[in-house]
């Protein structure tokens, strides 16, 4: 159980700093700035991990735990409840800010900017280099392991920095779907559960595949 509470309180700490600097940018008329949205990710996202990295692993993303498990590293069992905790995490991240800034219309929704099928392959190859990252960081050796919260914040920073204009960056199904669940923006939620989470399947193959070649 306490599992399940570190990732649903990781999750919702990531929600709720990320999405909420993407709603207080735009009330208050560009203060963070963009940088600054994509910097709060990457920095929310590093501080999880450091602070609950040793309870639960900080997946804070179901296409991460599917990535996981599809590598035989996390047991299938454990998917669905720690998908359920990362849902939950967002969704109450997402209504707290709704009660906040209930004027706000999409409250940092993934709403992509170019065509669906443009924005689909973005996602994918963005939560590609996700997983891959984090394939290669979070296990191995000690100091590899001290280093993945820095190695993989600075991947969702950066990111966020040059794909945020055109899809948001999502990278996760979580994060995408409770803003767009609670703001009611609903029209292209598919894409970024199917291209995370097949993102997501495509680094972990790709990674056993170098782990492979590596190991021969």
Do not use: C
């Not at 804070?60 to 047991?75: C, D, S, Y």
Request: charged share 10%; proline share 4%.
């Amino acid at each position: 159980m306490r599992n399940y509470i570190a990732e649903y309180l990781g999750t919702f700490m990531m929600i709720f700093a990320g999405t909420g600097a993407m709603i207080i940018n735009d009330v208050s008329g560009g203060a963070i700035t963009h940088v600054g949205v994509a910097l709060t990710w990457g920095m929310i996202v590093a501080a999880v991990i450091y602070s609950i990295g040793d309870i639960s692993g900080a997946h804070l993303n179901p296409a991460v735990t599917i990535g996981f498990a599809v590598a035989k590293r996390f047991p299938v069992k454990e998917v669905a409840p720690y998908i359920i905790s990362q849902l939950a995490g967002a969704f109450s991240a997402s209504l707290v800010l709704a009660w906040l800034f209930p004027e706000h219309q999409t409250l940092g929704a993934t709403i992509p900017t170019i065509a669906a099928e443009k924005a689909l392959v973005v996602e994918l190859i963005l939560t590609l280099i996700l997983m891959f990252v984090i394939m290669h960081v979070a296990f191995g050796a000690k100091e590899k392991g001290l280093m993945a919260g820095a190695a993989i914040g600075t991947t969702v920073g950066l990111e966020a920095m040059f794909a945020g204009p055109i899809t948001n960056a999502s990278m996760n199904p979580a994060r995408s779907i409770a803003p767009a669940v609670v703001s009611g923006n609903l029209e292209h939620l598919w894409l970024y559960i199917v291209a995370t989470i097949a993102g997501a399947i495509l680094a972990v193959l790709v990674s056993k595949y170098l782990m492979k070649e590596t190991a021969s």
